[in-house]
């Protein structure tokens, strides 16, 4: 590592170590390395550190608050990077998401749907679109977190399928931290999993699955996730709640 900064050196420790993570996890559960993507969730670091990542080969990023993602994203708009959004989003934003955002992974409500769509159709572009899911939330309820209770997801599903500009690529779940899966990631991860596999009965394209965070990415790649969200583990622990 000759050569490196600091603070790449640092990321490209933590990523190594995420990635043996990963890879464990991998072969514990039967599956290919090739069926997890690694998303690096940058929230409340810097550009710099973007463009760090992605000289460590990163090519996925995540941000939750659009304040932040925007200069962020428009600081690192010569990488190839595919951003996602994973935080919950107020319509009056959705136009700026719009132009940087590859995937919202966090819709949740038909009126976010009808926002989506209207953004990606002005700016021409087609958005990714996964249904986050509050696996705590009561039925026709949302998460405090943001999330659709899991029988509101055909018809968020329904609704993604008709919107022009939206392109409906999966789910995406966080492991809820109070309910009847606090404290049981794989059970929730589990759960999330027969959904997405109700949802590709009717969709198969729609086959990307978001579970799993830096304290237990393990679990979600035990159960399936396709994707996996990490910050804490490369970047380290968040200054301020983010
Ligand atoms: C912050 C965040 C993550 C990453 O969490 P870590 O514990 O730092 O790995 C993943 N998903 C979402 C939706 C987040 O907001």
């Not at 810097?46 to 080969?57: I, M, N, Q, T, Y």
């Not at 608050?65 to 951003?83: F, G």
């Not at 996602?84 to 319509?91: A, E, M, P, S």
């Not at 590859?102 to 769509?117: E, I, M, Y």
């Amino acid at each position: 590592m000759t050569g490196m900064t600091g603070r790449k050196a640092e990321l490209a420790e933590n990523l190594a170590r995420v990635e043996e993570r990963i890879a464990a996890a991998c072969v514990s559960a039967g599956r290919e390395r090739e069926e997890v993507t690694l998303i690096v969730v940058t929230k409340t670091y810097p550009a710099s550190d973007v463009r760090l990542l992605h000289e460590l080969g990163v090519r996925d990023v995540a941000e939750n608050k659009d304040q932040d993602a925007a200069p962020k994203a428009a600081a690192c708009a010569d990488l190839d990077l595919r951003w996602h959004f994973v935080g919950q989003l107020q319509t009056n934003k959705v136009r700026s998401v719009t132009s940087y955002a590859d995937v919202v992974q966090s819709v949740d409500r038909p009126k976010l749907v009808t926002a989506l769509s209207a953004a990606a159709e002005k700016a021409g572009r087609e958005l990714g679109c996964l249904l986050q899911v509050a696996l705590d939330a009561e039925s026709g309820a949302r998460g405090d977190r943001g999330g659709v209770a899991p029988d509101g997801i055909e018809e968020l599903a329904a609704a993604v399928d008709a919107a022009p500009g939206l392109r409906l690529d999966g789910l995406m779940t966080v492991a809820p931290l109070a309910g009847p899966y606090a404290g049981r990631r794989r059970a929730a991860f589990d759960h999330l999993m027969d959904l997405s596999t109700a949802l590709r009965a009717t969709r198969p394209a729609a086959n990307m699955v978001s579970a799993g965070m830096s304290a237990d990415l393990e679990e979600a790649v035990a159960a399936g996730a396709t994707h996996v969200r990490i910050g804490t583990a490369v970047l380290g622990v968040r200054p301020r709640l983010g």
